[in-house]
């Protein structure tokens, strides 16, 4: 019989690439924690209804991409395809903007999307986010941006560039969408079949498209940026002031549109220009939606800012950096099978090390010392803790410093000191 498979699209982490997501999970942590972000945890499922409200009917998430279900209670539910809808809906549920006048969050987990999995594009792909609730000033969408940025640094990232655009408030689309189609409409016979079909329903998706016969034209519509009302174009003036205070480096794209529905005003990209992505190059990308909370619900006005980073992409473009190797200690047993009570012996002085914090290797099988050895040897363990019958017999252990080549016997009392002492001192010269 065949092996079992994972879903295409759905990727197994292995221990040793577990390191580098752990790094990557807690550089996160630790930034948004410096700039006054709280981490928060949501279901990665949620009722349909959310996504399509927020997302947008109209886009390719909801239109293609959703794994949706239907439950027991006859409901329909969804993987979450992100995780900006989730919060907003927890933060509108737990009446958070009622205990505080602005709420800054984080998350992240895996996310759903039914894609076509192509390098550094995946069904389930995990996200890093952020969301700021609750404040409409242009500081927060700067400030959004110079976190995303610092969490590259702290990954080592350094070749990107930072996209940013306007699309305004929703009665400024309103009149952009009606000069897009004004624009493309006459031109419809030349456009891709795909945006021939956006046209109506999506126009601005337009601007995103790859495809060569929408190329040639796209460069000459009307940008979103004349389109602006004062107050949007003031708004966005801040947002670059506050960018070139900071001395983040972006350049402005009045293409840049996003895929998903619920932005206002600020919206940003960061794009790898390493070319270890290929084609997926977005790190990540967000942007403003003081709609999105009285999409919700009617009474709710919210302005939010926020973005999302994948961190398959990141971990691509992120240098790999060697694992410090740990402090690990290996006890083994000198004499073969069967001895249950030197077994045991090993077992509780174990026990002992990693209670008291020391990475602690047994190979339990107790083959013979030599085979024991060899495995402990593999493992690179630098101390090893050698208990025999004549140890048992003095209640000594014998402790093998590895790097050192140095053999002593030490009291089994003082063994658990000593080997910590020594791993502090190796800690401390690293
Ligand atoms: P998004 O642009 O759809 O935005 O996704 C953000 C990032 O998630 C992308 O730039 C990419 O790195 C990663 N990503 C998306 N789809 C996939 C996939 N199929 N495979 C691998 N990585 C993927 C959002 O999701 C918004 N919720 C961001 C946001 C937060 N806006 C405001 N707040």
């Not at 630790?30 to 006054?36: A, N």
């Not at 290996?330 to 990475?359: C, K, P």
Request: glycine share 6%; charged share 25%.
């Amino acid at each position: 019989m065949a092996i079992p498979q994972a879903v295409p699209g759905m990727n197994d982490v292995l221990p040793r690439e577990v390191v580098r997501w752990r790094a990557l999970e807690d550089a996160f942590r630790s930034t948004c924690e410096r700039y006054g972000y709280r981490e928060v945890r949501t279901p990665v499922c949620e009722y349909t209804e959310l996504f399509q409200r927020s997302i947008g009917e109209v886009t390719d998430i909801v239109q293609k991409e959703m794994y949706t279900f239907t439950d027991a209670g006859e409901r329909s539910l969804t993987l979450r395809p992100e995780g900006t809808a989730g919060a907003a809906r927890a933060a509108l549920e737990h009446a958070v903007l009622g205990a505080e006048p602005v709420a800054r969050w984080f998350y992240l987990g895996p996310m759903f999307r039914a894609e076509k999995p192509a390098r550094g594009r995946f069904r389930e792909f995990h996200q890093v986010g952020a969301e700021c609730y609750g404040d409409d000033s242009p500081a927060v969408d700067a400030e959004a941006i110079d976190l995303a940025v610092s969490y590259l640094h702290a990954l080592g990232i350094s070749r990107y560039t930072v996209r940013v655009n306007s699309i305004g408030s929703a009665a400024t689309r309103a009149a952009w969408r009606e000069s897009l189609v004004a624009y493309f409409a006459p031109l419809r016979e030349t456009l891709s079949p795909e945006s021939q079909a956006r046209l109506t329903r999506n126009p601005m998706r337009i601007l995103d498209s790859k495809d060569p016969r929408d190329l040639a034209v796209i460069p000459q519509a009307p940008s979103v940026l004349d389109a602006l009302s004062p107050e949007d174009r003031a708004h966005f003036d801040k947002v670059l002031a506050f960018l070139d205070a900071l001395g983040t480096t972006y350049t402005v794209d009045p293409g840049l549109v996003r895929g998903l529905d619920y932005y206002t005003r600020t919206v940003f990209e960061i794009v790898d220009t390493s070319d270890a992505l290929g084609a997926q190059n977005a790190l990540g990308g967000g942007g403003r939606y003081d709609g999105l909370f009285t999409e919700l619900s009617p009474d709710a006005h919210v302005p939010a800012v926020g973005f999302a980073m994948g961190v398959e992409r990141l971990l691509l473009a992120a240098p790999v950096r060697p694992v410090p190797t740990r402090f690990a200690v290996a006890v083994v047993a000198a004499a073969r099978s069967d001895e249950t009570s030197l077994h045991a012996a090993v077992l509780a002085l174990a026990h002992e090390l990693r209670t008291a914090g020391v990475e602690t290797y047994v190979d339990t099988r107790f083959k013979s010392m030599k085979s024991q050895m060899r495995r402990v040897d593999d493992l690179g363990a630098r101390l090893v803790l050698v208990l025999g019958g004549n140890e048992l017999a003095r209640g000594t252990v014998t402790v093998r410093d590895m790097a050192a080549h140095l053999q002593t016997d030490v009291d089994r009392g003082n063994v658990v000191a000593h080997v910590r002492s020594l791993a502090s001192t190796a800690e401390s010269s690293r």
